[in-house]
């Protein structure tokens, strides 16, 4: 398929068109337009002359325990009204992949529109994640809310060093500055508020969707705090919005149960019922990761746990997708798996050691944590000896990963 890079003078009024089409974007001064697409890596193709696909991704970092990756961010994928199912949104978005790979990136990551699609590509389904709507007046906190100050969208470089130096965990994403500049989004809609320290510093601070609403709902599009203390601050502040804003919606933080901060939580829950404002907490797993370099991401593997040496066979789906010419396409293959306190992964095949065959989909989410090696068994492709599988089961005991930051 043919491809090349984006050019802001050639292909905006087209890529405008696409994202038009596509529902997303109906304003010209758009920040995914003139911001984001423009920073990126984007990648356009065309049909008949006119670009109808665009791909682009950016090179950001994911931690893995105490170790960082270096993370092939998938920031979108669209296809006009015009180009859709002729496969090449997915060849393009392999080909984007290839050339992040090539650039080093250890893993991709990506959130899905659906389930399905990108396992096509080699991903597999990240951790559910918490997603609370409540009412702030249900929240219980005994703290009275510090005076924050307001922050606007010149303010961009403040708050994205605030999210650079957040309290991160295993699967925290961190992506570049213009990226939270572009998620800030359109200033009528999107504000934020934070907290400095002596030194000018942004040390905590949320932002979130639903300006000039008034009673809400608010989306919290994110939230920075290098400590906990830092968080509760933040709900405080939520809490301060009672009288007015009847619901707040956001990704459960990382380190807590928001339920443990709401009073009366079910009463709540059946008291809301079926209104617009219902209360409830539901989960759903909306990222998916895959990994690129399997040798990188062993080496970066530091479990606590005795060494277990296997054969993987490993086999990656994406092959199909990118032309043969590239110099990365996929990791399928064997290797010879060393896990322990000092891990590795080197091409190759051991006779006395028992095998491991997988998809690069479900050994991604085992090395993740996201579920044991006997579960993948039933809901995903993966298949050990029962022996070996006890061992993985027990090695792969992880937090659970958040990515932190929706891109
Ligand atoms: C997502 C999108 C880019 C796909 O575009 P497309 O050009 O139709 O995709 P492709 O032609 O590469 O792939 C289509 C194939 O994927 C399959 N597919 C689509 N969704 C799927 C799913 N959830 N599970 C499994 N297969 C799926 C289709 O059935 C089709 O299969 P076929 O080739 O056997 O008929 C397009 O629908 C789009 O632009 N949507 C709006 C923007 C968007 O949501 N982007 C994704 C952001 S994460």
């Known amino acids: 398929m043919e491809y090349?890079?984006?050019?802001?003078?050639?292909?905006?009024?087209?890529?405008?068109?696409?994202?038009?089409e596509c529902g997303w974007v109906h304003d010209k001064k758009n920040k995914l337009l003139n911001t984001l697409i423009p920073s990126a890596n984007t990648l356009v193709s065309s049909i008949n002359n006119e670009v109808e696909i665009l791909v682009h991704s950016v090179i950001g970092s994911m931690k893995y325990l105490d170790e960082e990756l270096k993370l092939s961010a998938v920031t979108g994928v669209n296809a006009s009204l015009c180009a859709r199912k002729q496969g090449l949104s997915s060849k393009l978005t392999a080909i984007k992949i290839a050339l992040d790979a090539i650039n080093d990136?250890?893993?991709s990551g990506l959130c899905i529109f659906d389930q399905g699609y990108y396992n096509k590509l080699g991903f597999g389904n990240g951790n559910y994640e918490n997603v609370a709507c409540f009412t702030p007046a249900t929240l219980n906190i005994n703290r009275k809310p510090k005076l924050p100050t307001r922050l606007t969208e010149s303010d961009f470089k403040k708050v994205h060093r605030s999210r650079v130096k957040r309290k991160s965990f295993h699967g925290a994403v961190t992506l570049p500055e213009f990226i939270t500049e572009a998620e800030m989004g359109d200033k009528k809609k999107n504000t934020g508020y934070g907290y400095f320290d002596d030194d000018g510093n942004l040390t905590h601070h949320l932002w979130f969707h639903g300006k000039g609403r008034e009673q809400g709902p608010i989306w919290i599009k994110w939230m920075s705090y290098e400590n906990l203390d830092q968080l509760i601050d933040l709900l405080a502040l939520l809490k301060s919005f009672e009288e007015q804003i009847l619901m707040v919606k956001m990704v459960e933080p990382a380190f807590i149960n928001l339920q443990d901060f709401i009073k009366k939580p079910?009463?709540?829950?059946?008291?809301?019922?079926?209104?617009?404002?219902?209360?409830?907490?539901?989960?759903t797993a909306f990222w998916q990761?895959?990994?690129?370099?399997?040798?990188?991401?062993?080496?970066?593997?530091?479990?606590?746990?005795e060494d277990i040496n296997f054969n993987l066979k490993l086999s990656d789906p994406i092959d199909k997708y990118i032309p043969k010419s590239m110099k990365w396409n996929g990791i399928a293959g064997d290797y010879i798996i060393n896990l322990g306190k000092r891990s590795s992964a080197e091409k190759g095949n051991k006779k006395d050691l028992p095998t491991l065959h997988a998809s690069v989909n479900a050994f991604t989410r085992l090395w993740l944590g996201v579920m044991p090696a006997s579960t993948l068994v039933f809901s995903d492709d993966l298949e050990a000896p029962e022996k070996l599988l006890k061992k993985l089961d027990s090695a792969f005991v992880l937090p659970k990963a958040h990515i932190d930051w929706n891109f």
């Open 266 to 283: 079910f009463q709540i829950k059946w008291l809301t019922s079926k209104s617009k404002h219902q209360n409830y907490i539901y989960a």
């Open 289 to 305: 990761l895959r990994i690129l370099n399997l040798e990188n991401c062993m080496q970066k593997t530091h479990l606590n746990f």
């Open 105 to 107: 990136a250890d893993v």
């Open 4 to 20: 090349r890079k984006y050019d802001s003078q050639k292909d905006k009024k087209a890529v405008y068109r696409i994202l038009n």
